[in-house]
């Protein structure tokens, strides 16, 4: 079994990586729903040290996943450019969630290399942007590098949320024992190159993540994944009611990996005196199987 690489933020040196970056190109990439009040200084802070002070980042992409409040202005006005979901890849249909904004980012960017981003970090800093781009600037043997945190609004000094703790780590330590040493496998700081993420299908909701590294591990093989630790980190904490259609995504995206077959693609979750939540399962092709994406990077024609 391979031992997952793990590192260290600040092991990365910033000038080091704007020489080690040569001519790669960098997105990133923030998937953004109704966050007005964090997106755009997150925007802001990797517009001005990442870009503007030392050139790591190419382009900054918010993607706005059916905002109904000021997302996009934010963003638009901190520098970044803003992709509107609901009119990118429309033959696919117009839906939301999680994976569906990711899969949109991946194809309206352009960088040999993307880092995705949450849009709801209080925080933010532009350690979470160049820790993960430093196994991939500095190791050509790296595909895909997650990162993890520490959690102080709910005293997770290195583990995973709930949904980690409770659901993807024991089934990721049962069936992709590969996967196992991956600190975090559903935050939401993590970046690859886009000849791997191109090959890969984007499942639609909170399933993404999970399936992200088990598709990959199937497909690249687990030792081309790293990890870093990003320092702190604080965001919005769901209530648990909240949590429980998450973990259902989650399993339901890892179960029909482990098995196909062994779990249905839509049921009904039904808490007792709670709102119904329909769980449906819904997965976007691999980007390098479209037309449109394979024109704007003929090399996969060749």
């Not at 790591?56 to 993607?63: C, H, N």
């Not at 999680?98 to 925080?123: F, I, M, T």
């Not at 609004?153 to 996967?179: I, K, Q, Y």
């Not at 482990?258 to 939540?277: K, N, Y």
Request: charged share 25%.
């Amino acid at each position: 079994m391979s031992s997952t690489r793990t590192h260290v933020a600040s092991a990365f040196d910033l000038d080091g990586l704007v020489a080690a970056k040569g001519t790669t190109t960098v997105s990133v990439c923030i998937p953004a729903r109704n966050e007005e009040a964090t997106v755009g200084q997150i925007v802001e802070r990797i517009r001005t040290r990442l870009v503007e002070t030392r050139p790591l980042v190419d382009e900054i992409i918010v993607v706005d996943d059916h905002s109904t409040d000021r997302t996009a202005d934010e963003a638009r006005s901190a520098g970044a450019t803003v992709v509107d979901a609901s009119k990118v890849l429309v033959e696919f249909g117009r839906g939301h969630g999680k994976g569906e904004a990711l899969w949109k980012s991946l194809y309206a960017s352009s960088g040999d290399v993307v880092v995705w981003c949450d849009a709801d970090v209080r925080d933010f800093s532009t350690r979470f942007i160049s820790g993960i781009l430093g196994p991939l600037l500095t190791d050509p043997s790296i595909g895909f590098v997650k990162g993890f945190y520490e959690r102080p609004v709910d005293g997770h000094v290195r583990g995973g949320g709930r949904v980690t703790e409770l659901v993807a780590r024991p089934l990721l330590t049962m069936c992709f024992p590969e996967l196992g040493e991956i600190v975090q496998p559903l935050s939401g700081e993590y970046g690859g190159r886009r000849a791997v993420l191109e090959q890969l299908p984007f499942v639609e909701g909170y399933g993404v993540d999970i399936a992200m590294l088990i598709d990959i591990v199937n497909r690249f093989g687990a030792e081309t994944i790293a990890q870093v630790d990003l320092g702190e980190r604080i965001h919005r904490n769901r209530p648990l009611h909240e949590l429980s259609p998450m973990a259902a995504q989650v399993m339901q995206a890892a179960m029909r990996r482990i098995q196909p077959g062994l779990v249905p693609e839509a049921f009904t979750l039904s808490p007792p005196d709670l709102d119904s939540h329909e769980i449906s399962y819904a997965e976007r092709p691999a980007l390098a199987s479209i037309d449109s994406y394979r024109q704007m990077h003929p090399r996969l024609s060749d």
